[in-house]
């Protein structure tokens, strides 16, 4: 089983950019660690008999029409929140120069 230690949890970090203050790490650690153990208890279960699948329900949704519904008052209510909107577009800065 891996451990979780200071070393990985640095790495960790690293890795999903977040940052862990140094007084909360020792909680974070054990909480990883108990958290592998029960990934390893998991391990420990016979699934030879089990058929692989990729989701649990077979049944797939009922399917509609696809069809196009516009409701002028819904696209204005979330123009009226926009910071900035002219002519029923929402207006952004620019970010590529």
Not at 40 to 49: H, M
Not at 58 to 69: I, N, T, Y
Request: glycine content about 0%.
């Amino acid at each position: 089983m891996v451990k979780i230690d200071d070393a990985l949890l640095q790495r960790l970090q690293k890795l999903a950019m977040v940052e862990i203050e140094s007084e909360k790490a020792p909680q974070v650690e054990q909480e990883l660690n108990r958290f592998l153990e029960f990934v390893d208890v998991l391990d420990e279960l016979d699934l030879s008999e089990v058929e692989a699948s990729f989701a649990i329900n077979v049944e797939s949704a009922p399917l509609r029409k696809d069809e196009p519904k516009t409701n002028p008052e819904v696209s204005q209510s979330i123009l009226e929140h926009a910071p900035k909107a002219v002519d029923n577009f929402f207006i952004v800065p620019k970010i590529i120069e």
